[in-house]
């Protein structure tokens, strides 16, 4: 077993070959790299004249040449590096090393102080999803889409067998699926540069912003129902004081029941508000019971 594995995702990436000599000079024989790559054949063989593994992809997107690449890996730990040269070895030699001795699970770069280079929108919306990914899972992130992060092996194997989430998936899979099996995050400051080569190869649309966002929430269901559920419960339960208060208004007015729908709508309300809120309670209950469990079976 080598200490480190190093996943390099290739999609016709020019500066890969530079790149993944320089990954070699640097950790030495102590690492194993590993390039899953999706490129035209002339691209593939300049990857191959490295000597270093190739994998190709079968499957399709980053998300999966990563997962490919983690599943094929023997190293104790895990890391990743774009190969398009806005992230530094440097700066993945840090990551590695804080994982290796701060007895933290996953360690990732954080571009926020550094994102100059980061166009405006993809800046507010990642700030968007790390922070809706902080709320639901109880971390403190400051940046869940990096393309360079590294893991320990035996966090890797929990979820070795999760499904990668359909759409919008990247990074932010595996913060998600670690944090629903109870590992430990940080990210440390990166830097960010200009992307060498030619065009992005992740095309990015707002579609996928709202993907993430619905996959942080779908999956924090069954990691944090007190907070969807009891959000959920709050919101019905405050729609329906509203409606009664006009209800009860309208009857201090004239003395009689003149919108009996609303008054219907309002006991509706108020009693589904509470309802979720009671469920959320409950799920909340369970989830602890079970994590209690889990810990005492470990
Ligand atoms: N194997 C594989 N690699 C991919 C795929 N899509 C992207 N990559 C690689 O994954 C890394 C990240 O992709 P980028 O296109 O840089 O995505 P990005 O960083 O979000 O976009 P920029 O900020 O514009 O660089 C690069 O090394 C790509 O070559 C894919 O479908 N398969
Ligand atoms: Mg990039």
């Known amino acids: 077993m080598v200490d480190l594995s190093i996943i390099v995702p290739t999609k016709n990436e020019e500066h890969a070959p530079s790149l993944i000599r320089e990954l070699r000079r640097h950790f030495g024989s102590k690492a194993e790299i590993i390039i899953v ?30 997962m490919d690449g983690f599943r094929a890996a023997s190293g104790k730990m895990l890391a990743t590096i774009d190969a398009d040269g806005t992230y530094t070895v440097k700066d993945l030699a840090r990551v590695i090393a804080e994982l290796e001795h701060g007895g933290i699970d996953f360690v990732s770069g954080d571009r926020s102080k550094s994102a100059a280079t980061m166009p405006v929108h993809i800046r507010l919306g ?13 971390k403190k992130m400051h940046d869940v889409l990096s393309g360079v992060f590294a893991m320990k092996a035996g966090a890797f194997d929990s979820i070795r067998n999760s499904e990668l989430y359909r759409y919008g998936a990247g990074t932010i899979f595996f913060e998600i699926e670690l944090s629903r099996s109870g590992r430990t995050m ?10 060498q080569g030619s065009k992005p190869k992740i095309k990015i649309k707002p579609i996928h912003g709202f993907m993430i966002a619905y996959n942080a929430v779908r999956n924090a269901r069954d990691y944090n129902p007190l907070l969807i559920f009891g959000a959920i419960g709050l919101v019905l339960f405050l729609i329906g004081l509203v409606q009664g208060a006009f209800v009860l208004a309208g009857y201090a007015q004239s003395g009689t029941l003149s919108d009996p729908g609303r008054a219907l709508l309002s006991l509706l309300l108020l009693i589904g508000g509470v309802l979720f809120i009671i469920a959320a309670l409950i799920l909340d209950l369970l989830l602890a019971i079970e994590r209690k469990l889990y810990r005492e079976r470990k």
């Open 126 to 138: 990642n700030r968007f999803l790390t922070s809706l990914f902080n709320l639901l899972y109880h």
């Open 186 to 195: 940080k990210d440390i400051p990166v830097s960010y540069g200009e992307r």
């Open 37 to 66: 790559d999706k490129s035209e054949s002339a691209m593939r063989k300049e990857l191959e004249a490295t000597g270093e593994r190739v994998m190709v992809q079968e499957s399709v997107g980053y998300g999966n040449a990563l």
